[in-house]
Nanobody
C-alpha cells in the first residue's frame, strides 16, 4: 500500500516562505508523475503544481513565479517551495502521485497524502 507522508506546513506571515515535503513509499518513484493540490477553506481542491517523471512542470496561474515543485529520487521525496506567500495561499496542501499529464493537464492518481495546513497571516 502506498504511503505519502507530508510535512512542512505551518503559520507564516505574508511575504514569508515555507517548504512542503512528501515522502513517497513506492519503488517506482522515478517513473511517477506527481503534484501538489490545495484546498482553501470552504472551497474545492485545486491543482497548485505538477511535475512529470521527466521533470517538466505545470503551475496554477496564481502561484507561478512564487512556487517551485521539485523531486529528489534519492530520497523518494516531492517538494513544494513556496515563496512570497499571500493570505490567499491559506489552504490544506495535499500531495498526489501516480497521475498523468493529459493534453498538458495533470490528472490525479488514486494516492493522496493526509494533508498539511498552511496558514498565511496578513
Amino acid at each position: 500500500q502506498v504511503q505519502l507522508v507530508e510535512s512542512g506546513g505551518g503559520l507564516v506571515q505574508a511575504g514569508g516562505s515555507l517548504r512542503l515535503s512528501c515522502v513517497v513509499s513506492r519503488n517506482d518513484f522515478s517513473r511517477l508523475a506527481m503534484a501538489w493540490y490545495r484546498q482553501p477553506p470552504g472551497a474545492q481542491r485545486e491543482l497548485a503544481a505538477g511535475i512529470h517523471f521527466q521533470g517538466g512542470t505545470k503551475y496554477a496561474e496564481s502561484v507561478k513565479g512564487r512556487f517551485t515543485i521539485s523531486r529528489d529520487g534519492a530520497k523518494n521525496t516531492l517538494y513544494l517551495q513556496m515563496n512570497s506567500l499571500k493570505p490567499e495561499d491559506t489552504a490544506v496542501y495535499y500531495c498526489n502521485v501516480g497521475g498523468a499529464f493529459v493534453s498538458g493537464r495533470y490528472v490525479p492518481g488514486p494516492s493522496w497524502g493526509q494533508g498539511t495546513q498552511v496558514t498565511v497571516s496578513s
